[in-house]
């Protein structure tokens, strides 16, 4: 005699991931940097980079920068430095050269913005040393500054929802047109 064997219900995969939380560390460094408390916020972000880079997480050189200007913004503007080209020495390392030329280009802009033209200057001749000539005669570092005026119009947050890190169209890495990566978690962003 034949039996039926028990009806087995459907497996289906699942229709994608469920988002990550961002560490609730950088979530903290970034409110304290966003509330003025810079020399904490600075103390937070070195440490997160310090832990990222020993796990080789990809964000390190991120929050190396981040970590840096926090400790401009706290009156120590020498170790600032330090930090900041701690920072860009890891793009260098990894070779990011278009990563990097995008984030040299920034942290010079934003230096000159507050009135630290010295310090600009600085970064400026400490990378003109570190950047191997036939990279900055390569495609990938002369394009690194043009971004699409798509991509720089499409209306991102302010503000990553996960980290609560700031969103800049011209520093993130864009998936495409109207989707851009958060810089310091890795979340996904989409332009309003």
């Known amino acids: 005699m034949w039996r039926r064997r028990p009806i087995q219900p459907i497996r289906r995969p699942p229709l994608r991931r469920p988002a990550r939380r961002a560490h609730p560390k950088l979530v903290e460094a970034h409110k304290l940097f ?11 972000f070195e440490e997160l980079a310090d832990k990222a880079e020993k796990n080789k997480i990809p964000q390190a050189p991120r929050l190396y920068l981040q970590a840096g200007a926090a400790w401009i913004k706290a009156e ?9 080209k701690k920072g860009l020495g890891k793009f260098i390392e990894r070779k990011k050269w278009a990563e990097l030329k995008r984030s040299a280009s920034a942290v010079v802009h934003r230096l000159r913005e507050n009135g630290l033209n010295e310090q600009a200057v600085e970064i400026e001749t400490w990378l003109e040393k570190q950047v191997p000539q036939e990279v900055k005669e390569a495609p990938v570092w002369v394009k690194a500054t043009s971004v699409r005026g798509s991509r720089v119009s499409a209306q991102l947050p302010t503000n990553c929802p996960k980290c609560g ?15 851009a990566a958060c810089v310091y978690c890795g979340s996904l962003l989409r332009a309003d």
């Open 34 to 44: 966003q509330n003025g408390d810079y020399l904490e916020a600075a103390k937070l």
């Open 165 to 179: 890190g700031p969103v800049n169209p011209k520093e993130v890495d864009w998936i495409d047109t109207s989707t």
């Open 76 to 84: 120590e503007k020498d170790k600032g430095i330090e930090i900041i």
